[in-house]
Every structure is written in structure tokens, then in C-alpha cells.
RNA sequence: CGGGAUGUAGCGCAGCUUGGUAGCGCACUUCGUUCGGGACGAAGGGGCCGCAGGUUCGAAUCCUGUCAUCCCGACCA
């Protein structure tokens, strides 16, 4: 290709809208255009980057046993319902783009496609002979994120690799999730990307086991928390972690373990209260009051004791909540700390101005919720306002009228501590779980603390958890049987007993992963990419387009290199030399020959992008001397 | 959705306070000179000043509304 025939536009000036570096340089260097919030042109620079990167995939899915299908984007809501995740996905802060067709039937925009396969598989596999399946399909996905940013990074259209495996058995879908385990490994290695491979919660998704691939780098979304040895790995809305030993309180439970009453006016917060009487934060336990929302209705408050000096994991308590009332109460729509908008909002029958907030204890009492009394108005238009268009049928917001109350293992854990008094500005000291009595008796007991930077490891103490920041590029799911349950996916096994699937379902954000690519590798005069999945492996530079033996010289290599299967640039427009070396490193090619001064004499200079580092050699030896280093370069990372 | 900011030529910006009919740099076109790290000179082309109302003799500028985009947040009572 010929840069003069390639509608190449580079930008001098940063674009505004663009705050990481690798947005910047996909659109200085001319690789996409946005067209609407989160929606991108893939200019035809990218498009042979996202063909590149999408190449490696299908080769490595392929070489796993997996088969290439196309599915539709376009998903009637009725299967939908039937998974139990169109409301999840609709409703709320649900990212389905969503529509009603000419006849009034309901549709979305495939932001996954669980549903579409499952039901196929349903209609297509009835005997454990046909199994394992693994299908994939590389395609365009819809999500109508909360706010999409950093260009490619968290777009609402986007192109995504997704695989969904099914089984007879679970070992057959452990043996199928470690081959993708291993197939992802080998694609990141080989789009010359480093990753790693992190434990996982499996959010909406669901299931059991996960995986998460991450490109490490600065602007990553994701923190994630390692050990030194690298026996462990975590994202950090899942890691696991040894807490620190708490400063044991002085002088230990008081009054029989119902505590002394302090007085703490206008002291909420545990630093307040830290530097007003001295406590140490691990000698408190904070009470927060959430309101978690379901889609039958249920509004259902949610007291978590954890202690004073760590930090509540949303993810694990959406997680516990949506375990212990999920079934019975449909998806969790969101949890929330509960406040006054929410209230007013769903016109639920509560006031606020009774709980003493600030100075909640483990112990707070139901009653205070108020009585079972008054009632929601089904009618009432505030709440048919907020559940948005389309959606007939929503659920009437009803108020629990009990807690449900879950303690963190530091706060159940302690002996002695302070805690808020109820009441307001009163706290007690030197409170036992014993002496607070029935009350505050947790409906559980379970890990609900965020693991930070700093912590000891479970699995060896004597190591720290480390913190880096990552981008996730894959994703892979034990999925289990919901799916296949749910939509009734079934077969005939050995015996000829009639069971649900097995399923396993694995993600690549192809589109992600190629602005990933830019984010680990660039500077500060553009992107370096990886031989493996660059536009374009070299580029040929006349560096002076009047000198007719450069002109000469420059197309008898680019045809050569042609020849040898080399995807070559060639840069051919009449600019100055400085201005084509400048775009060369803007657009990243990883190698560059110039055809300039030496021309008369056959010799011309080959740099390599990323380093910098040039040599002089003859023309007639160009192609022996590039061919090898390409070849390393088409392997990606070597190590 | 809450908070903050911004919409003026393809990109980056000025002009707005104090209303008088739009400007700078880059990019683009033509010519000349130049030619190994974003050249120089000359001459050009391109803008319902986001959109809709209002005030006014007159609005990019003032007022109201609206739309869009970006940033921060959805975190502790």
C-alpha cells in the first residue's frame, strides 16, 4: 500500500476529548474517528489491526477444537425473560439497548449472546455424542455503559470475540476452560501483549469459576492485587486477603458487653471519632445502612457491620445479597447507601430522620423501619416515570420492614469494640457481640471486605498483596447449568437420562484489546505496535520523492518486499522527509526503511520503531536481513 | 442519575466582560523557493458561532430553554 492512496490524516494538535495517551494517538494518528458517545469509525489503519488481532484469535480458537459461527445482534426479549436477565439488562441502570419493532415485540441489542446460543444449542444438541461443542463468533456487541470512556476502552459498541462451550459433564468443562485458559495465553503472547491472568467475579454474567486476562498498564480500569511470587493473582473486586491484627481496645468489654455510652456530638465518621477520643479505627465497628433493590419490587434494607479501619467490597455484597434473596426475589437491580432521593423517588413509606444515622449500631432495631402498614400506590406516577418507557408490568417498590444484617469476619471477630450507640451523637465503648443481644444477630457471617494493597496473602503470610492497574481483555466463565436450565438445554446422556448442559463461555474485547495494545506500547512520539498485529510491518520512506534514484530504488524494494509477503508501506508522497518520519512514528510501524542520501550508492537505513536503534545496509541485502527479524516479531512476546 | 466544564472552519483555540454582522495557528488549494526529523513566501477556499425561542434598530456576544460532548462521582452514615 501506497500512504498517498491511503487517506491517511494525521492530526498535529491532541484532540480535546481524548484524556489517555492511547486514545490521543489512535486519533492523532488517523486510526478512528468517534461518531457518537462510545461509538467509533474503524478507519482502515485499525480495521487491519482488528483483522490481525482477530486472525491470532481465530487460529487459536480453531487450533482449540472451537467452531466459527455468526450470530444475530438483533435478540427478541422473549429468551431474554426466560434466562431472567431482561430486566437486569433493561431495567434500571441495565446496559441493554433495547426497542419494540414495528408489531410491538420487544428486542435488544445482543450485549452478550448466552441466550441466543443456549437456545440453539437447545434446538441443535440432544446426545452426549455430539459433545463437547465450542462455538465462537467475532462481532460487534451493544452496551449501553453507564459512561463510556477512553475511546475504544469502554465503548457502547465494540467488537468482541465470545466463545460458549458445552458439555455433558463438569470435567468435560474444566478440561475445555483450561484449553482456553491456555489458548488465551498464547493470543495475548502472540499479539505481543503482557497479561495476566487474574481471579475474577463473574458479575451479571454469572457462574461459577472465572478468569480474568488484564494488560497491565497505568490507565487500566481495574486494580489488581498480586503477590510477589506470583502464586497469586486477583482483581480486586474479588481478592482475598489476611486482614491486620486489630488494636485489641483497653480495658476490654464494659457493662456486661452492652458497653459504656459515650458522648460523640457531631462525630460520624471514624476519623472524627479517631481524633476526638483516640480510638483506633480497628477498634470500631462501622454499621452501613444500604438499600438493595430487586426486580420483583423488593426494597429490602441492609445493614453491614465490618470493622472501622476496612473497607465494604460492593461487588461481594451485591453478591451476598443477590445469593441469599436472588432466587425468591429476581435480578438485584443495584444497592445502594440509602438515601433521601431514593426515597422520594419510590415513594417508600419511610423516615429517614428517625434512624440515627452516623451512629448506627449492629443492634439497630427493625421497628424503627416502621409497620407494615400503608402501602405503595401501584399508580402512583412518580414510579411509573422512573421505570422508564416500555415498561408495562414493573414491580410496585415495597419496603422490607426488617434488616437484613451481614457482618464482615474483622468485626464478628473482635472481642471488645466500639460501635455507634443508636441513638444520636452516642457511641458505646467496650461492646461485645454477646452483649448486644438477639438483635444484632447477623443472618450471616462472610468475607465482605475489599482486600488492599499492603495486605499479608492467605496463602502465605509472609507475602504482601502488591497493587497494579490493569485493562481487561478476556474473560473466562465456568458457567455451569443457569443458562442451560433456564432456556431448558438439554440431552440425552450415556444412560439415556435427559440432563441440562454443561457451559462454559470465554471473552476477548477485540477492539479493547488493540487499544490496549497502544496503551502498553507507545511514546512520546507515537505507537509502537507489535510486529504481530501493526497495520503494516515496515514502511518504506523515499526520503526525497524529486531524487528519481531514491524514487527508483525505493520501488524496486517495496515491490520485492511485496513479493516476499512483507506487508509493506510505502511512503511516496512528495512531503519532506521530516514530516513522513514523523507520521511513520505517529502511526507506529515497527520498522522503518529509508531510501535517502545513500540511494546512489545502493544503500539505504533500516530503524526500528520502537528503539530507535538504525543500521546502514546494502539494498541488495534488505530483504535477508529484515525477513528474520520479522519472523521474531510475528511471534510476539518471545518469553 | 448527581456534580463540574465545554460547544466558534477538519484539528487546536481567541473573540463574549463592554452587542455593530467572525479571527489566529495547523490542515486544505495554487504558484515559487526549499528538500534527512512536522520548511518559507505569496495568493486563495472553507464557518445557519450546537439548536430553538426571546430582548434589541442590530446577537457568536445578553436572557430562557434545549441538545450534544468531555471530566469527576455513583464509596461508607
Known amino acids: 500500500m501506497r500512504v498517498s492512496r491511503l487517506m491517511l490524516v494525521t492530526l498535529r494538535d491532541d484532540p480535546a476529548e481524548a484524556e489517555i495517551p492511547s486514545h490521543r494517538l489512535l486519533l492523532r494518528a488517523g486510526y478512528i ?7 467509533y469509525a474503524y478507519l482502515p ?13 481465530r487460529e487459536e480458537m480453531d487450533g482449540a477444537g472451537a467452531l466459527e459461527t455468526l450470530l444475530p445482534q ?10 431472567g436477565r431482561w430486566s437486569g439488562y433493561t431495567a434500571g441502570e441495565g446496559i441493554m439497548f433495547h426497542l419494540s419493532d414495528r408489531q410491538g415485540r420487544e428486542l435488544g441489542l445482543g450485549p452478550t449472546h448466552e441466550e441466543v446460543i443456549t437456545a440453539l444449542a437447545a434446538d441443535l444438541l440432544r446426545s452426549y455424542r455430539q459433545l463437547p461443542v465450542n462455538l465462537y463468533q467475532i462481532q460487534s456487541k451493544f452496551r449501553d455503559e453507564i459512561r463510556p470512556r477512553f475511546g475504544l476502552m469502554r465503548g457502547r459498541e465494540f467488537i468482541m470475540k465470545d466463545a460458549y462451550s458445552f458439555h455433558a459433564d463438569e470435567a468435560s468443562l474444566k478440561e475445555t476452560y483450561a484449553a482456553m485458559d491456555q489458548a488465551y495465553r ?18 451479571a454474567i454469572g457462574g461459577s469459576a472465572s478468569q480474568e486476562f488484564m494488560v497491565t498498564a497505568e490507565a487500566g480500569e481495574d486494580l489488581i492485587l498480586t503477590s510477589a511470587d506470583g502464586r497469586y493473582a486477583a482483581n480486586q473486586e474479588r481478592a482475598v486477603s489476611l486482614p491486620n491484627e486489630p488494636i485489641a481496645l483497653p480495658g476490654g468489654a464494659r457493662c456486661g458487653g452492652a458497653g459504656e455510652v459515650v458522648a460523640t456530638p457531631g462525630q460520624s465518621s471514624i476519623e472524627d471519632l479517631a481524633a476526638a477520643h483516640g480510638f483506633a479505627p480497628s477498634q470500631l465497628v462501622k454499621v452501613l445502612l444500604l438499600l438493595a433493590r430487586f426486580e420483583d419490587g423488593l426494597r429490602q434494607p441492609v445493614l453491614v457491620s465490618l470493622r472501622g479501619d476496612q473497607t465494604l467490597n460492593d461487588v461481594k455484597l451485591a453478591n451476598a445479597v443477590t445469593a441469599r434473596l436472588g432466587a425468591e426475589h429476581g435480578a438485584l437491580l443495584g444497592i445502594d447507601p440509602l438515601n433521601a432521593e431514593q426515597i422520594r423517588q419510590e415513594r417508600l413509606d419511610l423516615d429517614l430522620s428517625t434512624l440515627p444515622l452516623g451512629f448506627l449500631g449492629p443492634d439497630l432495631d427493625d421497628r424503627l423501619l416502621g409497620a407494615e402498614s400503608r402501602r405503595t400506590d401501584a399508580t402512583s406516577p412518580d414510579l411509573r416515570r422512573s421505570a422508564g418507557p416500555g415498561q408495562a408490568g414493573v414491580a410496585t417498590a415495597t419496603l422490607k420492614r426488617s434488616f437484613l444484617r451481614l457482618v464482615d469476619p474483622t468485626a464478628a471477630d473482635l472481642d471488645a469494640f466500639i460501635c455507634g450507640g443508636n441513638g444520636v451523637d452516642q457511641h458505646r465503648v467496650g461492646v461485645t457481640w454477646a452483649g448486644l443481644g438477639p438483635t444484632a444477630a447477623a443472618d450471616q457471617v462472610l468475607d465482605l471486605r475489599s482486600a488492599q494493597p499492603g495486605d499479608r496473602c492467605l496463602h502465605d503470610p509472609g507475602q504482601r498483596l502488591e ?9 473466562i466463565f465456568q458457567l455451569g447449568r443457569k443458562y442451560s436450565q433456564a432456556l431448558e438445554a438439554r440431552f440425552t446422556n450415556e444412560s439415556g437420562v435427559d440432563e441440562a448442559l454443561w457451559m462454559g463461555c470465554y471473552g476477548i474485547g477485540v477492539s479493547r484489546l488493540a487499544q490496549a495494545a497502544v496503551e502498553q506500547h507507545h511514546d512520546g512520539n507515537g505507537i509502537c505496535w507489535p510486529v504481530s498485529i501493526a497495520p503494516f510491518e515496515l514502511i518504506v520512506v523515499i526520503a526525497n520523492a524529486q531524487d528519481s534514484e531514491q524514487v527508483t530504488l525505493a520501488e524496486q524494494l517495496y515491490s520485492m518486499l511485496q513479493a516476499a509477503g512483507i506487508d509493506v508501506l510505502l511512503d511516496d508522497r ?61 511471534l510476539g512476546l518471545t518469553n
Open 33 to 39: 474517528r468517534r461518531v457518537a458517545s462510545g461509538v
Open 45 to 57: 489503519l485499525l480495521w487491519r489491526v482488528l483483522q490481525k488481532v482477530s486472525r491470532i484469535v
Open 74 to 83: 438483533l435478540q427478541p426479549a422473549e429468551l431474554w425473560q426466560r434466562s
Open 186 to 203: 498464547r493470543i495475548f503472547s502472540r499479539c505481543g501483549l503482557r497479561a495476566v491472568a487474574v481471579d475474577a467475579d463473574s458479575g
Open 467 to 475: 497493587a497494579s492497574r490493569g485493562i481487561e481483555v478476556g474473560h
Open 574 to 634: 512528495s512531503e519532506r522527509a521530516g514530516v513522513k518520519f514523523k507520521d511513520a512514528d505517529l502511526i507506529g510501524i515497527p520498522w522503518r526503511l529509508v531510501v535517502g542520501r545513500g540511494a546512489a550508492t545502493g544503500e539505504v537505513e533500516l530503524v526500528e520503531r520502537a528503539s530507535r536503534d538504525t543500521r546502514v545496509l546494502a539494498a541488495s541485502d534488505v530483504l535477508t536481513t529484515v525477513q528474520p527479524l520479522l519472523a521474531a516479531g510475528r
